[in-house]
Structure formats: C-alpha cells, structure tokens
C-alpha cells in the first residue's frame, strides 16, 4: 500500500494569513492526488483533484500543487469559514489511501 | 441536487454481520462507480472498496477483503456494504462516495456503526 504521511497534524493561524499543508507518499503517485475538507460533523467535501485542479464551487484562495510524490494544498487569505481538517487522498494505486489529516484552528 | 443517504447502521455485537445501505438520489446511478470509506473515531479516513457502475467488478482494501463485500442494485440506486464477523475496531462512520474519474467527488451523511458488546 502507498503510505500518505501529512503534516502538520494541526495549525493555528490568523485570519488572512496563508498557510500550506503537505503530503508526501511513500511512491510517486503521478499527480493523482485528492484535497478534501471535512468540517465538524459534515461529510468530507472534494476541494481539490489531480494535484491542482478545483473542484467546482471551490473558491480560488484554495490551490494544490506537488509532483512525485510530494503534494500540497496552499490556502491564501484565510477566512473563518476554513476552520475545519483537510485531508489528502491518494488514487493512483488500489487501495486508495489517505492521509493522517490536518486540523486547522483560526486563532 | 446530488444526494447519498446511508443507512443501516447502529450497535452491533462482535461477530455479528450488518448490511449498510445508501440510496442515490439527483444523478444517473448507473453510469458511476460508487465507493464506501470510514472514518474512525480517531478521525482517521480509511477507503473500503468500489464498484463498478454495472456491478461487475469490485476493488477492496486487502484487510477488509475477506468480511466486507460492496453490491448494488441499479434499479433501486442503491449501493450496499455488506459487513460480516465485525470486530471492535469496525467502529466508525460508514460513507457512501460516487467517484467521477476516479475522486471521490460526492459523500452522503455518514452512518455510525458501533461494535460492541
């Protein structure tokens, strides 16, 4: 199985601030590498899919880039809205895999 | 408007099997492979298995090859996972997925699943 390590685990970060979330897999995964948002008590939502592409209705502060098999998700301009824990998904390789997880906290 | 609602789910004993649902709503069933992934207390994410938009062919994580087997029935747009000799490590949030070009682009719910004794 591909191995997805994420860091940082958890961040705290101002309003308006830009901060960045990695995921390294374990092999290269050739771009196929998922972001997702999951607030509390909702359903993971896709932000973004094959590395840097927006999901429709995503806004644009959000981005992803990486190759390889180092991967990460930048949010620009933070808002209140975008407390919540992102995940990375591999899918390049069955079984797809996930990442450990980030939790965001705006201070 | 794309919606997945899962159910089925509740306590269960160790040992026990259980058959989780999910009913697809706002989007042609038949023309997507669907997939199930759960989310542990620990909030750790972990993918189950899909399924082929026909039914025909199926892919699994290897450690739950053996108890868990995904279906569906394109007539009702139901997908289901069935789970078999649950362990207490199964405890977790069950969810349905569609997968469009192979991302998990839709979740239901969630449905909670608890083994226990």
């Known amino acids: 199985d591909i191995q997805m390590t994420q860091s940082p685990a958890s961040l705290s970060a101002s309003l308006g601030e830009t901060v960045s979330i990695e995921c390294l897999a374990s092999?290269?995964?050739?771009?196929?590498l998922a972001w997702y948002q999951q607030k509390p008590g909702k359903s993971p939502q896709l932000l973004i899919y094959?590395?840097?592409s927006l999901q429709d209705g995503v806004p644009s502060r959000f981005s992803g880039s990486g190759s390889g098999t180092q991967y990460s998700l930048k949010i620009n301009s933070l808002e209140s809205e975008d407390a919540a824990t992102y995940f990375c998904l591999q899918d390049s390789e069955y079984p797809w895999t996930f990442g450990g997880g980030t939790k965001l906290e705006l201070k | 408007e794309v919606q997945l609602v899962e159910s089925g789910g509740g306590l269960v004993q160790p040992g026990a099997s259980l058959k989780l649902s999910c009913v697809a709503s706002?989007?042609?069933?038949?023309?997507?492979?669907m997939s199930w992934v759960r989310q542990t207390p620990g909030k750790t994410m972990e993918w189950i298995g899909d399924?082929?938009?026909?039914?025909?062919?199926?892919n699994y994580a290897p450690s739950l090859k053996n108890r868990f087997t995904i279906s569906r029935d394109n007539a009702k747009s139901t997908l289901y996972l069935q789970m078999s000799n649950v362990r207490s490590e199964d405890t977790a949030t069950y969810y349905c997925?569609?997968?469009?070009?192979?991302?998990?682009?839709?979740w239901g719910q969630g449905v909670m699943v608890t083994v226990s004794s």
């Open positions: 094959y590395t840097s």
């Open positions: 092999e290269d995964i050739y771009n196929n």
């Open positions: 706002g989007f042609t069933f038949s023309d997507y492979w």
């Open positions: 997925t569609r997968v469009t070009e192979g991302n998990l682009d839709y």
């Open positions: 399924i082929k938009y026909d039914g025909s062919y199926t």
